[in-house]
């Protein structure tokens, strides 16, 4: 069965002058404009498209993709506001997703990127934003393993750290103690579950706990410095900004593996940075 508000695959029933019709099952015919028709457009061939409303309220396919589908969270740019609707999002498609007043969580003002749910209104089955992001979490109880590699959304700054959206499903903390680096609303990164919580509450980090992670991180500073001719001007003196840039983790857990490939007589401190011993295999 073909749903609003996501991608589906459907088959082409007929050709016209506007585009192809597909076959939506319950929902009838769906236009493909012209513009978005593959080349190979026949009856009975299938095609991948996002359903959505017009600016007629009808029906239509694209093979476009929004930012965002039904079910997802994103940080979307407020274009638009109407006195009596609400706020219009630039979602990626042509047709802004309107933010009704009522789901929105305070004052907007043109420009401002607003963390959102992609929903459908059960009131007019259209599809619409929603900044009331809490009743939109998933009810089912949480059931990551520790250490477990997730994408979060960061939705929110409390005074233990940020609330993150985990897997678009789930909210988590990332406690300000584990952050080096600048942290803003809206940004989207991959972090790792600590421990989830007796109440279901999630604690997250940026990095995978413990020696989990120096394994993977040695390889990671191992094939940098082959790149870079046995040199890196990266040590355990370096700006941490400048070891997450480069590595993705944080300056205590580049120390770690730092440590690790020391021992085991595979890099030398050259202060500034680490060069590479030859000849010595793991």
């Not at 940004?187 to 600590?194: G, H």
């Amino acid at each position: 069965m073909a749903s609003i508000g996501k991608r589906n695959l459907l088959s082409i029933t007929r050709q016209t002058q506007s585009g192809v019709y597909l076959d939506g099952g319950p929902l009838g015919e769906i236009l493909l404009p012209g513009k978005y028709v593959p080349r190979n457009a026949k009856p009975g061939v299938q095609v991948d498209v996002f359903l959505y409303r017009d600016s007629e309220d009808r029906l239509v396919a694209t093979t476009e993709t929004p930012h965002a589908m039904v079910g997802e969270f994103a940080n979307l740019r407020v274009t638009d506001i109407h006195q009596q609707a609400g706020a219009f999002l630039d979602w990626g498609l042509p047709k802004d997703l309107l933010l009704p007043y009522r789901e929105q969580g305070g004052p907007l003002r043109l420009g401002q990127m607003v963390v959102v749910v992609v929903c459908i209104d059960p009131n007019t089955d259209r599809i619409m934003a929603s900044a009331q992001l809490t009743k939109h979490f998933s009810r089912t109880p949480p059931a990551y393993p520790p250490n477990e590699k997730v994408n979060v959304l960061i939705c929110g700054k409390t005074p233990l750290g940020w609330n993150a959206i985990i897997n678009n499903a789930h909210r988590g903390l990332l406690y300000e103690s584990d952050v080096a680096t600048p942290v803003m609303v809206g940004d989207r990164m991959d972090a790792f579950v600590r421990q989830v919580r007796p109440d279901g509450k999630i604690d997250l980090a940026l990095d995978a706990a413990g020696y989990a992670r120096v394994g993977p991180l040695t390889e990671q500073i191992l094939q940098a410095l082959e790149a870079e001719g046995g040199k890196l001007m990266l040590d355990d003196d370096s700006d941490p900004e400048d070891i997450r840039d480069r590595f993705g983790v944080s300056k205590k857990a580049y120390k770690q593996a730092l440590g690790k490939l020391l021992r085991e007589r595979r890099i030398e401190f050259m202060k500034p940075g680490v060069k590479l011993v030859r000849g010595v295999k793991a």
